[in-house]
């Protein structure tokens, strides 16, 4: 079994995590496989280093970082239909299946004992543009842009108008990023819906909605005084949607699978990471 491990080069607990994660996955017979590039950084003679398509060679993807690394590789994963694997050295690891303490757990991925969850996607389709997201996609209007007016319709029918900073549509596993600052609810990540989270709404009724994960999601702007709109799928660097552009949000048909190992389920994730503070 070969699993391709993939460090966060840039932080330094990943890359000083990454003698123990080999040494676990030597120890139960796994093969770590690292991108050439990191030989330069890692160099250890116990493990292969391949260049190209290794995704494809690999069994599953590991991730050591937090979960910006886990957003990174996910949707490579999800595609290429290889289970992932995450290992926290970042702060609140909602994504990630185990902390740097329990690494024994990567037996599991070895014998096979191991259970998955399914986390659903959301595609966003705008002229000659199609993206995917694992976390969101946010509209947000531009600096020094006044307000636009947003136009929200579900399989053709209008449910809002509003003006506001921007929307998040998030996916469940999502809801506990942006969305969640911004005023929006938790949901279980398997859980398959989409989202809508406003962005510091000019309005009274300012409220969350969640839909179908089998609705179809047009959203559109008009522009006042000039206003102007961009796009970011999973905090990419954002991308101008001009005003009428009618934006399609969807389930994707590709989902991701993560590999459950650690004994903390989602709720206690979330009660250590957010509730604790406020105790």
Do not use: Q
């Not at 926290?88 to 185990?98: H, K, Q, V």
């Not at 946010?138 to 600096?143: C, G, I, S």
């Not at 938790?186 to 009274?204: D, G, M, N, S």
């Not at 000039?226 to 660097?237: P, W």
């Amino acid at each position: 079994m070969k699993i391709y491990v993939c460090p966060c080069i840039e932080k330094e607990k990943s890359m000083t995590a990454l003698p123990s994660v080999t040494a676990a996955l030597l120890e139960y017979g796994i093969t770590p496989v690292f991108d050439e590039s990191v030989r330069a950084l890692y160099n250890d003679e116990r493990v292969e280093y391949a260049n190209g398509d290794i995704i494809d060679r690999c069994d599953m993807l590991l991730t050591v970082g937090g979960d910006g690394m886990m957003l990174k590789w996910g949707k490579r994963a999800a595609f290429a239909g290889k289970p992932l694997i995450g290992i926290n050295t970042g702060r609140l690891g909602f994504m990630t299946s185990l902390d740097i303490d329990c690494l024994d757990k990567l037996s599991a991925a070895a014998d096979g004992s191991c259970t998955f969850s399914t986390r659903m996607m959301l595609s966003a389709e705008f002229p000659e543009n199609e993206s995917t997201a694992l976390n969101d996609i946010v509209l947000f209007k531009d600096v020094n842009s006044k307000l636009p007016e947003f136009t929200v319709r579900i399989n053709g029918i209008t449910v809002t108008k509003v003006r506001a900073d921007g929307l998040i549509f998030s996916t469940p596993t999502g809801s506990t990023a942006y969305a969640l600052s911004a005023g929006g609810p938790i949901i279980e990540p398997t859980v398959e819906c989409i989202l809508l989270t406003p962005l510091c709404a000019h309005t009274l009724l300012n409220r969350p909605m969640i839909f179908s994960a089998g609705d179809e999601v047009t959203v559109s702007y008009s522009a006042y005084e000039g206003s102007r709109v961009n796009i970011s799928i999973d905090g990419s660097k954002g991308t101008e949607l001009p005003a009428g552009t009618e934006l399609v949000i969807r389930k994707s048909p590709v989902v991701l699978r993560i590999a459950e190992l650690g004994e903390r389920s989602f709720y206690t994730t979330v009660s250590e990471k957010l509730m604790t503070p406020l105790k």
